[in-house]
T-cell receptor, first 116, second 115 residues
C-alpha cells in the first residue's frame, strides 16, 4: 500500500537561510507526488507536484522539490526562507497503479518555523 | 473568488446531534473529494464523487456519515448522531478530469467540535 513519511515534526530555520522539509514515499508503481501548505485555520494550498520528467520541480512562492527515485524521497526546498513561510507543510502521494480514485495519501505534516 | 468554498467554517454541536456541511467545488470540476483532518495529522480520504456518482468510500466513513452530490455540482456531508471522536476539520477538494496528473484544490475546511 502507498504511504508517505515526513520524519520531522518541526523544522526551525532563520530567515534568509535555505530550508529543507523532508518527505519519503512508498508506492508499488511510479509515484505522483505533491506538496501542500496549510496556514492556521485554513485549507491546503497547492505548492507543486512531480509527475514525470525533471527531478527538480519548481512551484509557488519560490519553493522547489527534488525527486530522488533511488532514495524514494521528495524533499521540499527553498533557497532563502521568509518569516511568512512559517506554516504546516504536507507531502502527499498518489499511486495510480493501485488506486483509480486518484485520492491523495498525506504525510503527518511538518511545521516550519522561520525565525526573524 | 472562484476557489472551493465550504460552509459553515465552524460548527459546534452537542453529542448526538446531526450536522451537515456543504462544499461548492470550482466550477466545471467534475471530481469532488472529502477528507478529514484531526489535530496533528494529515488529511485522510473519506469519499469521492465523479459528477453525481459516489465511487469510493473509505472505511473511515461509518454508517453515521453520508455524502451526496446531487446534479454533480455542490456536495453535502452529513454526520448523524455525532460523537466526540467526530471532532475534526472536514476538507473538501475538487479537480477536473485530467487523469492521474490532476491537482486537487482544497477549500478552507469546516472545523467541527462535538461537545
Amino acid at each position: 500500500a502507498q504511504s508517505v513519511a515526513q520524519p520531522e515534526d518541526q523544522v526551525n530555520v532563520a530567515e534568509g537561510n535555505p530550508l529543507t522539509v523532508k518527505c519519503t514515499y512508498s508506492v508499488s508503481g511510479n509515484p505522483y507526488l505533491f506538496w501542500y501548505v496549510q496556514y492556521p485555520n485554513r485549507g491546503l494550498q497547492f505548492l507543486l507536484k512531480y509527475i514525470t520528467g525533471d527531478n527538480l520541480v519548481k512551484g509557488s512562492y519560490g519553493f522547489e522539490a527534488e525527486f530522488n527515485k533511488s532514495q524514494t524521497s521528495f524533499h521540499l526546498k527553498k533557497p532563502s526562507a521568509l518569516v511568512s513561510d512559517s506554516a504546516l507543510y504536507f507531502c502527499a502521494v498518489r499511486d495510480i497503479w493501485e488506486d483509480s480514485s486518484y485520492k491523495l495519501i498525506f504525510g503527518s505534516g511538518t511545521r516550519l518555523l522561520v525565525r526573524p | 473568488d472562484t476557489g472551493v468554498s465550504q460552509d459553515p467554517r465552524h460548527k459546534i454541536t452537542k453529542r448526538g446531534q446531526n450536522v451537515t456541511f456543504r462544499c461548492d467545488p470550482i466550477s466545471e470540476h467534475n471530481r469532488l473529494y472529502w477528507y478529514r483532518q484531526t489535530l496533528g495529522q494529515g488529511p485522510e480520504f473519506l469519499t469521492y464523487f465523479q459528477n453525481e456518482a459516489q465511487l469510493e468510500k473509505s472505511r473511515l466513513l461509518s454508517d453515521r456519515f453520508s455524502a451526496e452530490r446531487p446534479k454533480g455540482s455542490f456536495s453535502t456531508l452529513e454526520i448523524q448522531r455525532t460523537e466526540q471522536g467526530d471532532s475534526a476539520m472536514y476538507l473538501c477538494a475538487s479537480s477536473s478530469r485530467q487523469g492521474p496528473t490532476e491537482t486537487q484544490y482544497f477549500g478552507p475546511g469546516t472545523r467541527l467540535l462535538v461537545l
